[in-house]
């Protein structure tokens, strides 16, 4: 069965500590995952998409990254603003539809 | 900001009555979503549409109902609504087909069923 599997579900850190957000995946035949940041009471929004293993992408504070299995989003010396719920999303190459996993919440207390 | 506006953006409702959720977009894509976002769930697709008057199915349809008569507008109907759809709607919008984990995404419609 496919499946997105984000973890950990919820990650409290202080400012400035640097971690890592998982996404585990498992999809016969994955064109794309992709990286969305959601604020309380908005819609997600657009972060990353990465095609294939090994490929990187950053933005400010972020960078994911993509293996055969999973994608990391790492986040470097956060800041509160950092704080949001981050979705991953794989897409499959036989229908274009989207498996979404359930989040992680991330805070970062100043 | 994508240009997209859900309506209405907060609804209580009781059980057995119809509603309908508007989605209405400036930006002329061709492509509109409908998803629902519950606690301890990843967004699931309702319905999508791909141009006027051509929709189809997602993974969670059954009770659901859409309609897109104009490129700008793509209406989610519950006809008979039901505890289990309370929920946070969320549309969707992208240009084409294979860009289609690109979305960009409303500000949602939070619904209660009582």
């Known amino acids: 069965e496919d499946q997105v599997t984000q973890s950990p579900e919820a990650l409290r850190l202080q400012e400035g500590e640097s971690s890592s957000l998982n996404c585990s995946y498992t999809?016969?035949?994955?064109?794309?995952l992709f990286w969305y940041r959601q604020d309380p009471g908005k819609g997600p929004e657009f972060l990353f998409t990465?095609?294939?293993?090994?490929e990187e992408k950053e933005k400010e504070r972020l960078k994911a990254t993509l293996t055969k299995k999973e994608s990391f989003l790492h986040i470097t010396a956060p800041k509160p603003e950092d704080s949001a719920t981050y979705l991953c999303?794989?897409?499959?190459?036989?229908?274009?539809?989207?498996?979404w996993g359930a989040g992680t919440k991330l805070i970062i207390k100043p | 900001d994508a240009g997209i506006t859900q309506s209405p953006r907060h609804k209580v409702t009781e059980t057995g009555t119809p509603v309908t959720l508007r989605c209405h977009q400036t930006?002329?894509?061709?492509?509109m979503y409908w998803y629902r976002q519950d606690p301890g769930h990843g967004l699931r697709l309702i319905h999508y549409?791909?141009?006027?008057?051509?929709?189809d199915k997602g993974e969670v349809s059954d009770g659901y109902s859409v309609s897109r008569s104009k490129t700008e507008d793509f209406l989610l109907t519950l006809e008979s609504a039901t505890s289990s759809q309370t929920s946070v709607y969320f549309c969707?919008?992208?240009?084409?087909?294979?860009?289609?984990?690109?979305?960009?995404f409303g500000e949602g419609s939070r619904l209660t069923v009582l």
């Open positions: 969707a919008i992208s240009w084409d087909n294979a860009n289609t984990g690109e979305l960009f």
């Open positions: 999303a794989v897409q499959k190459d036989s229908n274009y539809q989207l498996i």
């Open positions: 990465l095609y294939s293993a090994g």
């Open positions: 549409s791909y141009g006027v008057k051509d929709t």
């Open positions: 930006e002329n894509h061709r492509y």
């Open positions: 999809v016969s035949g994955l064109r794309g």
